[in-house]
Nanobody, 125 residues
Framework: QVQLVESGGGLVQAGDSMRLACAAS????????MGWFRQAPGKEREFVAT????????IYADSVKGRFTISRDNAKNTSYLQMNSLKPEDTAVYYC??????????????????WGPGTQVTVSS
């Protein structure tokens, strides 16, 4: 079992930056593919970014490519989502997630086994 807790959300203005963190506890963190998803009001949960165990492979949604960066620190059992040039359309609840079933990056929600409770990110125009 892996427990995930996100932090770092809040209210920012368009163009600002924000870094989300995901602290993991429980089973060995470094064996898991990590990901971030988000869900805006009235919309389905959507993929944002994912990273493999070593950090050597990442995938991003087209909507955040070039603006967001996913990373991880296995020694601290933490993954990060650095978000730059934020836009109002980035407003959503952001969820950290982990997969124990795959060793390669995954961009679909059913591929993930563990989810954090989410953290709200609001970008004002």
């Amino acid at each position: 079992q892996v427990q995930l807790v996100e932090s770092g959300g809040g209210l920012v203005q368009a163009g600002d930056s924000m870094r989300l963190a995901c602290a993991a506890s429980g089973r060995t963190f470094r064996n898991h593919v990590m990901g971030w998803f988000r869900q805006a009001p009235g919309k389905e949960r959507e993929f944002v970014a994912t990273i493999n165990w070593s950090g050597s492979n990442t995938i991003y949604a087209d909507s955040v490519k070039g603006r967001f960066t996913i990373s991880r620190d296995n020694a601290k059992n933490t993954s990060y989502l650095q978000m730059n040039s934020l836009k109002p359309e980035d407003t959503a609840v952001y969820y950290c997630t982990a997969s124990s079933r795959y060793s390669i990056v995954q961009n679909t929600a059913p591929s993930y086994d563990y989810w954090g409770p989410g953290t709200q990110v609001t970008v004002s125009s």
